[in-house]
């Protein structure tokens, strides 16, 4: 996301485009919960943390039997081949198209495949794009999550079951979430609303407040 260029053209990243906005309209949801503290974290930023740079060294070294797990818990078509599931992005040129080799214990080797560059390095030295199902296993075990909540596409893509066994294989002592997925929502052209397909509909936030607590008196349909 980092790497994804502002489509309004006035930042340096989609990231650096949408976070203040978004942050200044939680702030509307505090003055109502003042209970609550929002803090935003970067995956990017994971990577300092030991047991993300276990995770992700081990998706990069064995996919297949990641594939294995997504294969019996999920009923999504999964291809066998290109078999990655992280990688690391181009130091030079920011593409992704190349070879990510772990070839020491924590150390790393790229070979890009759009610029030609070749660096090898501590794990900790490159950025990466990382399949979220392991990514969420880090994320889980780092923040000792209580309540996980996610889109109803992730449900029906298996990982209510599929988190539960990475924990198992990968990290046992890791405090299983509880998982709150939410309905998956139809846009009015009855496509499947999207973010990262950009099929989506800005709201402002006091105007779903104000729903949510119509629908407290039992009149939302
Ligand atoms: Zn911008
Ligand atoms: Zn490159």
New binding site residues.
Partial sequence: MQFTP?E????HSIV??WQPIIERNLKGLKKRFSGISIKFIKNSSLIKHRFCRKILLETIKNPQDQLSIFREYSNKKILDSPLQYAGAVCYKCQRTHGKTVVVGKNTVRWECQECGAIKEGDVSKFDYWWHHKPMFLARLEIFKIDIALSGGDHFSEGDFDIRRVLIKKYSPKTKEPKMLFTPTVIALDGQKMSKSKNILLLLILEILLRHQTIANKKNFI
């Fill in positions: 502002d309004n053209g006035c930042c650096d485009h």
